[in-house]
């Protein structure tokens, strides 16, 4: 009687053996979700994560980036200024670093008077001013602005702290302390100017907006606008003394002075690529001139012989600033490189 009663507890029961494992489950699914968040809980809490690999630092040079202004330090590197906020110092070494801007908005020029101090402008107004060789940089406060739209395209410095800026809605504003405070020079008014030559003795030659050009010797108290030598827009102008200057513009525009910027005379090129910048390089006694789809434009002294070409049949980029440095010329737009007058070399990123 005992073996049968023992056989009976094992194996005559299922329904009770299968009621205790539907208990046992359901006990089972009640607490198993309660785990899991007490260890998630847990592991939050007390474990800290670890980094896994090493973290990619962005290159200071990227094939998205422009560029749109150049200017030559005191040092020998060439500062870069372009999009998003973005400095480059170029090394005659050709080691690059980039300073810190407080700023993500298009820096469309810059400037240098000296060892210390800097100047940059651009989009929507950003006027960046630095003190101490451009390790730091601040954005200046109460510069003039218009409630239609605020570029400023190009900043000119001179001597004792000079700067005028230039850009849309009539922007034509000036600085007397190293680019820290701002006052206009004229009421605003639907034209860009796109540049402005500073000369000796308070004279000033302001170029843009279908051919628009102002000329003042007062250094912007009273204003003379000439009648508009061409109808398309004036992009650049440059002096290499008093009297004789060059400037440049859209579909391959050319115009030359030699009495201060009261006459312009037109020169044909005989091309249709928009000039963007020139200067007078008196290192190699020429002018040059530079602008889209690679095209350059040189001159002799008295800016009558002028020769036209292409930097590279291979590329076709537009550069909105050139920079003579010794016997080189930096271009900056849609690339960054150097120029020698055979070979153009740009930088890789």
Same mark, same amino acid.
């Given at each position: 009687?005992?073996?049968?009663?023992?056989?009976?507890?094992?194996?005559?029961?299922?329904?009770?053996?299968?009621?205790?494992?539907?208990?046992?489950?359901?006990?089972?699914?009640?607490?198993?979700? %309660?785990?899991?968040?007490?260890?998630?809980?847990?592991?939050?809490?007390?474990?800290?994560?670890?980094?896994?690999?090493?973290?990619?630092?962005?290159?200071?040079?990227?094939?998205?980036?422009?560029?749109?202004?150049?200017?030559?330090? &005191?040092?020998?590197?060439?500062?870069?200024?372009?999009?998003?906020?973005?400095? +480059?110092?170029?090394?005659?070494?050709?080691?690059?670093?980039? +300073?810190?801007? &407080?700023?993500?908005?298009?820096?469309?020029?810059?400037?240098?008077?000296?060892?210390?101090?800097?100047?940059?402008?651009?989009?929507?107004?950003?006027?960046?001013?630095?003190?101490?060789?451009?390790?730091?940089?601040?954005?200046?406060?109460?510069?003039?602005?218009?409630?239609?739209?605020?570029?400023?395209?190009?900043?000119?410095?001179?001597?004792?702290?000079?700067?005028?800026?230039?850009?849309?809605?009539?922007?034509?504003?000036?600085?007397?302390?190293?680019?820290?405070?701002?006052?206009?020079?004229?009421?605003?008014?639907?034209?860009?100017?796109?540049?402005?030559?500073?000369?000796?003795?308070?004279?000033?030659?302001?170029?843009?907006?279908?051919?628009?050009?102002?000329?003042?010797?007062?250094?912007?108290?009273?204003?003379?606008? @000439?009648?508009?030598?061409? &109808?398309?827009? @004036?992009?650049?102008?440059?002096?290499?003394?008093?009297?004789?200057?060059?400037?440049?513009?859209?579909?391959?525009?050319?115009?030359?002075?030699?009495?201060?910027?009261?006459?312009?005379?037109?020169?044909?090129?005989?091309?249709?690529?928009?000039?963007?910048?020139? @200067?007078?390089?008196? =290192?190699?006694?020429?002018?040059?001139?530079?602008?889209?789809?690679?095209?350059?434009?040189?001159?002799?002294?008295?800016?009558?012989?002028?020769?036209?070409?292409?930097?590279?049949?291979?590329?076709?980029? %537009?550069?909105?600033? =050139?920079? =003579?440095?010794?016997?080189?010329?930096?271009?900056?737009?849609?690339?960054?490189?150097? %120029?020698?007058?055979?070979?153009?070399?740009?930088?890789?990123?």
């Amino acid at each position: 009687m005992s073996k049968l009663m023992q056989f009976d507890q094992s194996t005559a029961h299922p329904v009770a053996r299968a009621a205790l494992g539907q208990r046992a489950l359901r006990t089972l699914m009640t607490v198993l979700p %309660w785990s899991i968040i007490a260890g998630l809980l847990w592991a939050g809490l007390f474990i800290k994560p670890q980094p896994v690999g090493s973290t990619v630092t962005p290159p200071l040079l990227e094939r998205r980036d422009h560029f749109y202004g150049l200017a030559l330090a &005191p040092s020998g590197e060439v500062w870069a200024s372009g999009s998003n906020g973005k400095i +480059l110092a170029i090394g005659a070494d050709g080691d690059i670093r980039r +300073l810190a801007t &407080p700023t993500r908005l298009t820096l469309q020029d810059i400037a240098v008077w000296d060892a210390s101090h800097a100047v940059a402008v651009g989009n929507d107004g950003i006027v960046l001013a630095s003190r101490d060789g451009g390790r730091h940089w601040h954005a200046a406060s109460g510069v003039p602005r218009s409630e239609v739209a605020n570029k400023l395209n190009r900043v000119r410095v001179a001597a004792g702290g000079v700067a005028i800026a230039t850009g849309e809605m009539g922007a034509l504003l000036l600085s007397r302390d190293y680019g820290q405070t701002w006052r206009r020079l004229r009421d605003e008014e639907d034209v860009a100017w796109n540049d402005v030559a500073i000369l000796d003795g308070g004279r000033l030659v302001v170029v843009g907006e279908f051919g628009r050009v102002l000329h003042s010797d007062d250094f912007g108290l009273n204003w003379q606008e @000439l009648e508009a030598p061409v &109808p398309g827009s @004036l992009m650049s102008v440059s002096f290499r003394d008093a009297d004789h200057g060059v400037a440049v513009g859209l579909e391959g525009t050319l115009l030359v002075t030699r009495d201060g910027g009261l006459q312009w005379e037109s020169i044909d090129l005989g091309i249709h690529d928009h000039l963007f910048d020139v @200067l007078w390089n008196p =290192a190699q006694g020429r002018w040059f001139a530079s602008g889209a789809l690679g095209r350059w434009a040189s001159a002799g002294r008295a800016a009558g012989d002028w020769q036209s070409g292409t930097l590279d049949e291979r590329n076709l980029s %537009w550069h909105t600033r =050139a920079l =003579a440095v010794g016997d080189d010329l930096w271009l900056a737009g849609a690339d960054l490189g150097r %120029w020698n007058g055979r070979q153009w070399s740009p930088l890789q990123p």
